[in-house]
């Protein structure tokens, strides 16, 4: 089973630019989607922005033109360009690949998740 692993969080003051990672432990080109997703003790994990294999991408309405998301399959990883950051930013910041395996069902793999703290 792939392992995701995220990293780039960290303490930032609004209007600060992060960088996320998420390295796979072995190649991301089978995952027809990958995304990262925010969660907070007050609201359920939420996505927040997801790319497809084929590079489509799709953004939550609270960071679209803030925030970018890439995949490099040469290098296993996936990345979220955030700038602008405000304090409703916070949260844990979660990788997740998603797959159909051999059954035609379809998998989600999870990272550990990245602390992300912006202070006004």
């Known amino acids: 089973q792939v392992q995701l692993v995220e990293s780039g969080g960290d303490l930032v003051q609004a209007g600060g630019s992060l960088r996320l990672s998420c390295a796979s432990s072995?190649?991301?080109?089978?995952?027809?989607?990958m995304g990262w997703y925010r969660q907070t003790p007050a609201k359920q994990r939420e996505l927040v922005a997801q790319?497809?294999?084929?590079?489509?991408?799709n953004y939550a309405d609270s960071v679209k033109g803030r925030f970018t998301i890439s995949r490099d399959n040469a290098k296993n990883t996936v990345f979220l360009e955030m700038n602008s950051l405000k304090p409703e930013d916070t949260g844990v910041y979660y990788c997740?690949?998603?797959?159909?395996?051999?059954?035609?069902?379809?998998?989600?793999?999870w990272g550990q998740g990245t602390q992300v703290t912006v202070s006004s």
């Open positions: 997740k690949g998603e797959w159909t395996d051999w059954l035609g069902l379809k998998r989600d793999d």
């Open positions: 072995g190649s991301i080109s089978p995952f027809n989607t």
């Open positions: 790319i497809t294999s084929g590079g489509s991408t």
